[in-house]
């Protein structure tokens, strides 16, 4: 069974930072990219990062780009979500994704980790 | 950045009854667009992908069309367990975007 699970998440002052991580099982997780989707209280879903599958390319929304990194171990079958400087706006539950097999979609979601910035 | 944009944001309905969901990109997305279905208190479903190509284990009561800037997603008879939102998202550019949701009540 294909399964992702995030954990990291928790409350943090303005500013802070968090790493949220996302273990996955049930597929080879090398083949697949992973796309971090977050969702605001009462809001709807923002895309956030997606990194391929051998890790050599990543994407980021521009609401966190230069705050948050992405990365993978392949060796771990985990994906990391680095969030710093953080700020009221990025309180939401984060989801990690599987991507597809053919396409930026994604198939596959973890029931998420909520990230609180709160002083 | 591709924008979404969805109607209506809250659609009342019966069991029974047929549902249309609409999805407008701007600018045009040819036929990369996805739907999810959102439960309260649960992760996303990948219902359709590419426009109109049904995920696995998705009921044939769902499906999609459209192509370029206007794409519906159709339930062509709710089912109790149907009601929840739903979001258009494409992967034609980076940034991936969603729409902004569609809200299926019940009547």
């Known amino acids: 069974e294909v399964q992702l699970v995030e954990s990291g998440g928790g409350l943090v002052q303005p500013g802070g930072s968090l790493r949220l991580s996302c273990a996955v099982s049930?597929?080879?997780?090398?083949?697949?990219?992973i796309t971090w989707v977050r969702q605001a209280p009462g809001k709807g879903l923002e895309w956030v990062s997606t990194?391929?599958?051998?890790?050599?390319?990543?994407y980021f929304a521009d609401s966190v780009k230069g705050r948050f990194t992405i990365s993978r171990d392949n060796s771990k079958n985990t994906v990391y979500l680095q969030t710093n400087i953080l700020r009221a706006e990025d309180t939401a539950i984060y989801y990690c994704?599987?991507?597809?097999?053919?396409?930026?979609?994604?198939?596959?979601w973890g029931k998420g980790t909520t990230v609180t910035v709160s002083s | 950045e591709i924008v979404l944009t969805q109607s209506p944001a809250t659609l009342s309905l019966s069991p029974g009854e047929r549902a249309t969901l609409s999805c407008r990109a701007s600018?045009?997305?040819?036929?990369?667009l996805a739907w999810y279905q959102q439960k309260p208190g649960q992760a996303p479903r990948l219902l359709i992908y590419d426009a109109s190509n049904r995920a696995t284990g998705i009921p044939a009561r769902f499906s999609g069309s459209g192509s370029g800037t206007d794409f519906t997603l159709t339930i062509s008879s709710l089912e109790p367990e149907d009601f929840a939102v739903y979001y258009c998202q494409q992967r034609t550019h980076w940034p991936l975007t969603f729409g902004p949701g569609t809200k299926v009540d019940i009547k």
């Open positions: 990194i391929s599958g051998s890790g050599g390319t990543t």
């Open positions: 600018p045009s997305v040819s036929s990369y």
């Open positions: 994704a599987k991507g597809t097999s053919y396409a930026n979609y994604m198939d596959v």
């Open positions: 049930g597929f080879t997780f090398s083949d697949y990219a």
